[in-house]
């Protein structure tokens, strides 16, 4: 790999300045403020007493989210989406995310819900939101400590993501929306704190790719997200 720099100034393994905002929905037992390079999420934390039908009397939790694009996050307007597509997948993708950093015994019978609203889109949306989640899902835990109807935090370690891809013949860390058109392999990475995969989605969409630069991949997001768990950390006060 060369040290060429990138359309926006970066080496191939640094991230877009990212900073992670808390606070910020008023309302909210949960809120935070994402933003990477262009891109700009705000994930706003719900708690409801209530489960899903097939947890009910479990004693178990539920941590599920909702993901919406803003009409003028992109350059030109995107309709809002309708029924089933995209945005479902994506929220399917941050709930399974997010219910691998939470003990829902813990939790007790009730949900989180995790509302990820993209304000502004260049590249990488899902995978901060997944980051930004995470923050917010720890003020809705916080708060419900705070009330008394939990002990302690149910959490089993942070979770984060980012986008990794094969652009030319350079392997990228957080690729912006012009890079990620042009890759010829995308990948979104979710990982622990542990340094495990949570989810890992890629495709070889212009060329096929080797183990071998699966591995490299997997090993720079792996530097990318271990950068994100200490701004999440930074942004809640955690030690």
Known sequence: MCSQLRIDKRLINELRPITIEVGIARYAEGSALIELGNTRVLVSATVEERVPSFLKGTG????????????????QRTAREQGRGRSQEIQRLIGRSL????DLNGLGERSVILDCDVLQADGGTRTASISAAWVA?????????????IEGLPLQGQVAAISVGLVGEEILLDLCY??????????????????????????????TFSRPELNLMLDMAWTGISQIFTLQKDALGMP
Do not use: C, H, I
């Not at 178990?60 to 350059?75: F, I, S």
């Not at 219910?99 to 939470?102: Q, T």
């Not at 899902?137 to 109807?149: E, I, K, T």
């Open 99 to 102: 219910r691998a950093s939470v």
């Open 60 to 75: 178990r939790g539920w941590v599920t989210a909702e993901y919406a694009m803003l009409p003028r996050a992109t350059q």
């Open 137 to 149: 899902l720890v003020q809705a835990l916080r708060w419900l400590r705070n009330q008394g109807r």
């Open 178 to 207: 012009e890079e990620d058109s042009r890759a010829a392999v995308d990948f979104n990475v979710v990982m622990t704190d542990q340094n495990r995969l949570v989810e890992l989605q890629g495709t070889g969409e212009g060329r």
